[in-house]
């Protein structure tokens, strides 16, 4: 097993790092307690492009930039070290982009692809409801057929990137029960209606609720075979999983990198705090707990790449690194003393943002829940 970084990943990575950095940082700095305004998502999102961030799961003949999801692993785990809500942001985006690449028509794929892989365009993935978070069975909000076209009827909450969105890929249910899931676009001109949501954290990254209120869509805007959605939503789970670590990662570096560079420099009783034994032991946790999670996330990474079911691992890798940066960030506010808790620093911040990664692509219980099942072979939901 070789741990290297390949050449074209250093390349990739430094590159990356150089402009989230120089651009990114500044950018987005403003809007830590409110969701980034849409024109500048946008204007930061073509620029990721670029770089293989919201471009790099597709292959060529759809756009994208073909790259193994190890290295997009490492791609978004770099940004979210200078902007959780925008690595998040692009990774919904690319969700969004995967779905209509993998279950559109011809042209469905001419009219979102490229728009949305070139960051001209804002997807989200609408799935949770107020009455439905980790059960996707339960969904309740239908499209019925309406002469050539659908009404969708139902709402949504808690949905990534909603309040920005340009358009939605909406789990839907038939007329009836035994239709089973469909995923079905929705356009924001289509009439749908969002309100963002206050949160604990990530308040740069949209979170909102979306409302369908009978709103007619065109025939043509179902995406695969009706009833296929919850076969294929239950797919993306493992992918979305590890990406899920990998910005949860990137919370924790910033978290651990602020954390080193307070204690080479604060000095208390006539020497460097860093010189403490109880300062370097809460680093070294904060450091190994960080190793650990990383690797758990690229070896995720490398069973959904091989097409190996992997469902245990990317919920390890989900678990671990969602709820290992939690502590990161904790113990980071440990070092920090009363400077952790201001709101003029960024040290807070990092563990209201990790708080927040521990929830969404199925909860730190639920994870557990999938891995005691499949090591056991009993089923406790």
Same mark, same amino acid.
């Given at each position: 097993?070789?741990? #290297?970084?390949?050449?074209?990943?250093?390349?990739?990575?430094?590159?990356?790092?150089?402009?989230?950095?120089?651009?990114?940082?500044?950018?987005? %700095?403003?809007?830590? #307690?409110?969701?980034?305004?849409?024109?500048?998502?946008?204007?930061?999102?073509?620029?990721?492009?670029?770089?293989?961030?919201?471009?790099?799961?597709? !292959?060529?003949?759809?756009?994208?930039? &073909?790259?193994?999801?190890?290295?997009?692993?490492?791609?978004?785990?770099?940004?979210?070290?200078?902007?959780?809500?925008?690595?998040?942001?692009?990774? +919904? $985006?690319?969700?969004?982009?995967?779905?209509?690449?993998?279950?559109?028509? @011809?042209?469905?794929?001419?009219?979102?692809?490229?728009? =949305?892989?070139?960051?001209?365009?804002?997807?989200?993935?609408?799935?949770?409801?107020?009455?439905?978070?980790?059960?996707?069975?339960?969904?309740?909000?239908?499209?019925?057929?309406?002469?050539?076209?659908?009404?969708?009827?139902?709402?949504?909450?808690?949905?990534?990137?909603?309040?920005?969105? /340009?358009?939605?890929?909406?789990?839907?249910?038939?007329?009836?029960?035994? *239709?089973?899931?469909?995923?079905?676009?929705?356009?924001?001109?289509?009439?749908?209606?969002?309100?963002?949501?206050?949160?604990?954290?990530? $308040? /740069?990254?949209?979170?909102?609720?979306?409302?369908?209120?009978?709103?007619?869509? @065109?025939?043509?805007?179902?995406?695969?075979?009706? !009833?296929?959605?919850?076969?294929?939503? =239950?797919?993306?789970? %493992?992918?979305?999983?590890?990406?899920?670590?990998?910005? &949860?990662?990137?919370?924790?570096?910033?978290?651990?990198?602020?954390?080193?560079?307070?204690? *080479?420099?604060?000095?208390?009783?006539?020497?460097?705090?860093?010189?403490?034994?109880?300062?370097?032991?809460?680093?070294?946790?904060?450091?190994?707990?960080?190793?650990?999670?990383?690797? =758990?996330?690229?070896?995720?990474?490398?069973?959904?790449?091989?097409? +190996?079911?992997? /469902?245990?691992?990317?919920?390890?890798?989900?678990?671990?690194?969602?709820?290992?940066?939690?502590?990161?960030?904790?113990?980071?506010?440990?070092?920090?003393?009363?400077?952790?808790?201001?709101?003029?620093?960024?040290?807070?911040?990092?563990?209201?943002?990790?708080?927040?990664?521990?929830?969404? /692509?199925?909860?730190?219980?639920? *994870?557990?829940?999938?891995?005691?099942? $499949? =090591?056991?072979?009993?089923?406790?939901?």
């Amino acid at each position: 097993m070789d741990f #290297d970084l390949s050449e074209d990943q250093r390349i990739a990575l430094d590159a990356l790092r150089r402009f989230a950095e120089a651009e990114v940082a500044p950018a987005v %700095e403003p809007w830590r #307690d409110a969701p980034i305004p849409k024109a500048l998502a946008r204007g930061l999102l073509r620029k990721l492009s670029r770089y293989g961030v919201g471009s790099g799961w597709l !292959g060529e003949s759809d756009g994208g930039l &073909a790259l193994d999801l190890v290295t997009s692993g490492l791609l978004y785990e770099e940004l979210a070290r200078i902007s959780p809500g925008l690595a998040g942001t692009a990774f +919904i $985006n690319e969700g969004v982009s995967l779905a209509i690449a993998t279950l559109g028509t @011809p042209e469905q794929k001419r009219r979102w692809l490229p728009a =949305l892989l070139a960051g001209d365009s804002i997807g989200c993935s609408a799935i949770t409801e107020p009455g439905v978070g980790s059960n996707v069975r339960d969904v309740r909000t239908r499209a019925v057929r309406d002469g050539d076209g659908w009404r969708v009827r139902g709402e949504k909450t808690w949905i990534s990137n909603a309040g920005i969105s /340009d358009l939605a890929v909406v789990v839907v249910r038939g007329e009836d029960e035994s *239709q089973g899931l469909s995923q079905i676009v929705v356009e924001r001109e289509d009439g749908y209606r969002s309100r963002e949501l206050a949160k604990l954290g990530l $308040n /740069d990254w949209s979170t909102a609720e979306l409302v369908f209120d009978d709103v007619f869509v @065109p025939g043509d805007r179902l995406l695969g075979e009706p !009833g296929g959605g919850l076969r294929r939503t =239950l797919q993306l789970f %493992e992918r979305a999983r590890c990406f899920v670590a990998a910005i &949860a990662n990137g919370i924790a570096r910033a978290a651990l990198d602020a954390a080193v560079a307070y204690v *080479q420099t604060r000095e208390q009783w006539g020497k460097k705090i860093g010189g403490h034994q109880l300062v370097q032991e809460l680093i070294a946790d904060m450091a190994t707990e960080l190793d650990a999670a990383r690797l =758990l996330m690229l070896r995720g990474l490398h069973l959904v790449q091989k097409g +190996i079911r992997c /469902d245990t691992q990317t919920s390890m890798a989900k678990y671990f690194a969602t709820e290992a940066a939690v502590r990161i960030a904790s113990r980071a506010i440990e070092v920090h003393g009363a400077y952790g808790l201001s709101r003029e620093l960024s040290i807070e911040l990092h563990f209201r943002n990790a708080r927040m990664m521990t929830i969404p /692509d199925g909860t730190s219980e639920i *994870q557990k829940l999938v891995i005691g099942r $499949n =090591l056991i072979g009993l089923a406790a939901f």
